[in-house]
């Protein structure tokens, strides 16, 4: 991901991020009423048509409908749609994987292992910005993959460990997440894949619903149904009682560090669900998610959220391991609770600075929900350099 520019995570914060905020406010608010607007103009033949809107701040852009790739509009509707359903995504995917492998022949980023009592967490940086994991029990030598994207770095990690993969734990359907899930399947004839049968995930041989437990050796993982960024998205949660260590949450695209999945197959108040079941899990629980979006999701929190000091904190250990290519993962819930905005719907401070606080009679479920939204929309319209 592009840097974030230094200035605006750690200097001059105050007024210059209130002047970027009210840049996306205005922005977000008025940018359908302006399109409808303009067009009556020119059906009319007025010079007012002409005029030009007032520049965003540099460190915002809009995303250009020609670029059909954004879902929230209609060309992105129709991309979204032959990503997910034709095999014309397959053939997307296997360009960035290509692509991937020969930009990054050693991964995007340097990862870290976490080993405990009897159970090792290893990441896997694939693609431009994911991580597939390897979750192993040392002792029985047995291994769980989650989101193996990509198959070949999966397979080396695999055999360097020296171990055997007996189940694939998929999030959700997108290539990015499940294109592994074929060669890793017919390579390792026992593996079984785990998912959500109302996802369509490719190669799918052990459906599982909320709450079901996959037992691997020492390994309890529960999968947690967290509908949003797709109808059957899963999380995976890895008890840590059996091995008296922390439990770790592998959150695909529901949860990054200081940012959430967009909201592709449902609502506001679908996704707010989701995020408040994983809020429910404890402070150190270890989050491992699908991208390395650090840098980009935290310089969005400076700007909803210009005084938040641990925010700043955060930035800057991001900043030091990102100059070296190292990844940010994982955080932990407590953390992510103290500076990732869309875990803090509920913090007044957050409500009132987004024009969306409570009123005397306002339900508050519905206020939370509609600043989850306006909160993903204006991440969409944000853009770190």
Same mark, same amino acid.
């Given at each position: ?8 995570? &750690? ?23 302006? #399109? ?40 992105? &509707? ?5 990503? /997910? ?25 340097? /990862? ?26 040392? #002792? ?31 999030? %959700? ?32 041989? %052990? ?12 390994? #309890? ?36 560090? @200081? ?71 994982? @955080? ?13 719907? %509920?913090?007044?401070?957050? #409500? ?29 319209? %944000?853009? @770190?350099?």
């Amino acid at each position: 991901m592009a840097a974030v520019v230094a200035a605006t995570a &750690l200097k001059g914060r105050g007024a210059r991020n209130a002047r970027v905020l009210r840049g996306i406010l205005s922005g977000a608010t008025a940018n359908k009423a302006s #399109q409808n607007r303009t067009r009556a103009l020119q059906s009319h033949g007025s010079p007012e048509c002409k005029e030009e809107p007032e520049p965003l701040s540099p460190e915002l852009e809009y995303i250009p409908r020609k670029r059909a790739k954004n879902p929230m509009k209609a060309v992105g &509707l129709a991309w979204y749609s032959l990503y /997910t359903r034709t095999w014309l995504g397959y053939l997307f995917y296997r360009q960035q994987l290509r692509r991937a492998r020969n930009r990054y022949p050693k991964g995007h980023s340097r /990862t870290q292992p976490r080993l405990f009592n009897g159970v090792k967490v290893l990441p896997i940086p694939v693609l431009s910005d994911n991580y597939s994991y390897l979750i192993i029990d040392t #002792q029985a030598r047995l291994a769980v993959a989650v989101d193996p994207s990509d198959p070949q770095a999966v397979q080396a990690s695999i055999e360097k460990e020296g171990v055997t993969l007996v189940a694939i734990l998929c999030t %959700h359907k997108h290539w990015d997440h499940s294109g592994g899930n074929r060669d890793l399947s017919r390579r390792h004839h026992d593996c079984r894949v785990y998912g959500s049968p109302q996802d369509g995930i490719p190669y799918l041989t %052990h459906p599982l619903c909320h709450q079901d437990v996959v037992s691997v050796g020492r390994l #309890q993982i529960r999968a947690l149904a967290t509908p949003g960024h797709t109808q059957g998205h899963l999380v995976y949660l890895l008890d840590g009682e059996p091995y008296e260590g922390p439990s770790c949450l592998f959150s695909g695209d529901l949860l990054f560090l @200081s940012g959430c999945g967009r909201t592709f197959e449902g609502t506001a108040e679908t996704m707010l669900s989701s995020l408040d079941t994983v809020l429910g899990l404890g402070d150190d629980t270890l989050l491992w998610p699908g991208h390395e979006y650090a840098e980009e999701n935290l310089g969005f929190a400076g700007v909803v959220e210009p005084e938040n000091l641990a925010r700043e904190r955060k930035m800057q250990w991001v900043q030091r391991q990102r100059m070296e290519r190292k990844s940010t993962c994982p @955080s932990t819930l407590g953390e992510e609770r103290s500076y990732n905005p869309f875990l803090r719907t %509920h913090c007044l401070v957050l #409500q009132e600075t987004l024009g969306l606080g409570p009123g005397p009679s306002e339900d508050e479920g519905c206020s939370r929900a509609q600043l989850l939204e306006k909160l993903r929309r204006l991440k969409d319209l %944000h853009k @770190s350099k």
